[in-house]
């Protein structure tokens, strides 16, 4: 019989000197992690000598901590029967969020993702909201991005049998149900207790395919392991300053089958999101495996900045050689805005670009992906036969319709990407949730390539679209209210009155 440690024993080391917690039953000793932990050492103080599971489960992948600490630090398993539970304190803010979600409307009522949406920024707490729905500095791209798509104008052709149409395709080999991937976001359990694993199992009923982010809060192996035999699966990477790290992680995506890799290029620092940065939710910690190895954490500046001090600066042009040479899968740049470098990525030998803003959160006032998409196209263009089989333009950010898609792949995209649309559909409603956004997209495809006149994915061509306007970023285009009444606008620092 293998011996316990008692709850006893480890609440002796309860400070800064010697500082052991509890994790899913299993004792370690974190004092010489203090200081290296990314969320900083007070959270961690919070819970010495006692049971951080509850607090840890939410956005650390299962194996983070036994991957981050040395094996001498792994001081054993403590006894169930001596642990004192911490009994969470129900606040009236917890009653009002559980009384929202037993209201939630039945999900037959769920008419478009802008619902998702604003069912999520009600029942989520306020700091995880904070950190999903942010953008950095004045949130001027996370509203254009959305706005972009209502200055593209359809040109209908009629009379054409519609009678069937389909809207499957076939994304870097793989085939889809959709021209739509799942686009990797961060830190899925502080939606939902199943985090990401509610977006591999409904991509797997309805033929979707998932990019695993790097930022998860389930694991690597924990996604894969929920997946079908055969279903593909795609994986989002930010590069770790220890090249070692990043090769094995790739390498062991490469041999668990995922298809594809996309390397993200436009987070050398992340943003400033200052919703998230007023929560100061730097406090609750965050974490993943590819973070090994970070120092000096800025620990003022919300989760955003404290699960990304890995991220390797010095990515360059001169890094994709390497990681052709450590790889077969396809590489993706996720993060391109320019011709020039959308034609660097194809002399690189890259398999293609996503046009991407980080979904607003990075340097704020850059342009939209769609309206970066036509003068992308037209550099390509000079490059050899279009479209090309061999190189793919993907799309992603304020993509909340399928008309949006059906305009995106008229004017040169190979497929796009959603995040926040089925992140917010998990945080709601769990993986029937995320069934039913794939579900209702797949009703507005049918319809919107019925009126577009379009049979299948390769007719919906460029006639189709009028993108002239796209780039009058001030004009009288008229306002998406389902948008505007879900966007939650900046606040300024507030007053602290003296009680």
């Given at each position: 019989?293998?011996?316990f ?39 961690i ?14 956005i ?14 792994h ?36 008419l ?20 999903y ?26 009379l ?9 395709t ?107 940065m ?41 890094d994709?050689?390497?990681?052709r ?23 690189a ?37 279009w479209?090309?089989p ?43 949730g ?15 390539m ?6 299948t ?25 389902l ?7 900046l ?9």
């Amino acid at each position: 019989m293998p011996s316990f440690i008692t709850g006893q024993a480890v609440a002796e080391h309860a400070d800064r000197d010697s500082c052991w917690i509890i994790v899913h039953s299993k004792v370690y000793d974190v004092t010489e992690f203090l200081d290296e932990h990314p969320g900083g050492s007070k959270i961690i103080l919070k819970y010495a000598g006692k049971d951080a599971s509850e607090a840890y489960e939410p956005i650390h992948p299962p194996d983070a901590i036994e991957n981050n600490l040395p094996i001498e630090k792994h001081i054993g398993t403590v006894d169930p029967n001596t642990v004192v539970k911490v009994v969470k304190e129900v606040t009236e803010e917890d009653k009002r969020r559980q009384a929202l979600m037993d209201a939630r409307p039945p999900l037959d009522e769920i008419l478009n993702l802008h619902d998702f949406e604003a069912v999520a920024k009600a029942v989520l707490p306020a700091k995880a909201w904070a950190y999903y729905s942010s953008a950095s500095d004045d949130e001027i791209t996370i509203r254009e991005n959305r706005a972009a798509f209502q200055r593209v104008w359809f040109r209908p052709r009629v009379l054409r049998d519609v009678t069937s149409v389909d809207w499957s395709t076939t994304i870097l080999g793989c085939k889809s149900s959709l021209p739509i991937y799942i686009s990797a976001t961060a830190l899925g359990k502080l939606g939902h207790p199943d985090g990401e694993l509610n977006l591999t199992r409904a991509a797997a009923k309805h033929g979707v395919i998932q990019m695993i982010p790097t930022l998860a809060s389930c694991s690597f192996d924990e996604i894969v392991d929920a997946a079908q035999p055969g279903q593909p699966l795609f994986l989002q990477l930010y590069v770790n300053r220890d090249r070692e790290i990043t090769k094995k992680y790739v390498q062991h995506a490469e041999k668990r089958g995922v298809k594809a890799l996309f390397i993200t290029v436009d987070a050398p620092q992340l943003g400033r999101r200052e919703k998230d940065m007023r929560m100061k939710f730097v406090d609750d910690g965050a974490g993943a495996k590819v973070q090994e190895g970070q120092k000096d954490v800025k620990k003022d500046q919300g989760v955003a900045r404290a699960i990304s001090s890995f991220i390797d600066p010095s990515l360059s042009w001169k890094d994709i050689p390497w990681f052709r040479s450590i790889t077969n899968m396809h590489i993706i740049l996720k993060g391109v805005a320019t011709p020039e470098d959308a034609v660097l990525a194809y002399e690189a030998g890259c398999q293609g670009i996503v046009l991407s803003n980080h979904g607003g959160r990075q340097l704020d006032t850059s342009r939209s992906g769609i309206e970066n998409l036509v003068d992308i196209v037209a550099a390509l263009k000079t490059k050899g036969p279009w479209p090309n089989p061999n190189f793919s333009v993907f799309v992603d950010g304020g993509v909340r319709r399928a008309s949006d898609v059906l305009k995106a792949i008229a004017l040169g995209a190979s497929a796009v990407g959603v995040g926040r649309g089925f992140l917010y559909a998990f945080c709601s409603y769990g993986q029937e949730g995320v069934e039913r956004a794939i579900e209702v997209l797949r009703d507005e495809f049918e319809m919107n390539m019925r009126l577009l006149g379009a049979r299948t994915i390769s007719e919906v061509v460029p006639e189709m679209v009028d993108a002239s306007a796209l780039r009058s970023h001030v004009g009288l285009t008229p306002a998406d209210n389902l948008y505007n009444t879900t966007y939650q606008p900046l606040s300024l620092a507030a007053f602290k009155p003296k009680l």
